[in-house]
């Protein structure tokens, strides 16, 4: 049964930090890319950051212009487990954190949910003082 399963969300202050984890079972990580997204109440969701599945050369990332900077997204494929750490958080990070996987076009990112087919629950994170 494929599963993704997050956690590491909670409450922190404005300028805080959090990690979250997304442990996968039932497939093998190494063949898909990995992305994490987030919606707030009454948004859409958004993509937050993606990483490609690893090849000879590493594994490419990208992040939403909103988090550039804040927020960095691995993978430990020996664990099955993606991360996003998350620091200088902001209220406007506030959300249902959602990790996703799809092994297709493994090798390219996508901040489109459309685009992945296995999901997680969720995490809440909130950002406040």
């Known amino acids: 049964q494929l599963r993704l399963v997050e956690s590491g969300g909670g409450l922190v202050q404005p300028g805080g930090s959090l990690r979250l984890s997304c442990v996968v079972s039932?497939?093998?990580?190494?063949?898909?890319?990995v992305g994490w997204f987030r919606q707030a109440p009454g948004k859409e969701r958004e993509g937050v950051s993606c990483?490609?599945?690893?090849?000879?050369?590493?594994?490419?990332?990208t992040y939403a212009d909103s988090v550039k900077g804040r927020f960095t997204i691995s993978r430990d494929n020996a664990k099955n487990t993606a991360y996003l750490e998350m620091s200088s958080l902001e209220a406007e990070d506030t959300g249902v954190y959602y990790c996703?996987?799809?092994?297709?076009?493994?090798?390219?990112?996508?901040?489109?949910?459309?685009?992945?087919?296995?999901w997680g629950r969720g995490t809440q994170v909130t950002v406040s003082s």
């Open positions: 039932g497939f093998s990580l190494d063949y898909y890319r």
């Open positions: 996703a996987a799809d092994g297709r076009r493994r090798e390219d990112c996508s901040a489109y949910p459309e685009l992945y087919s296995y």
């Open positions: 990483i490609t599945s690893i090849t000879s050369s590493g594994s490419s990332t």
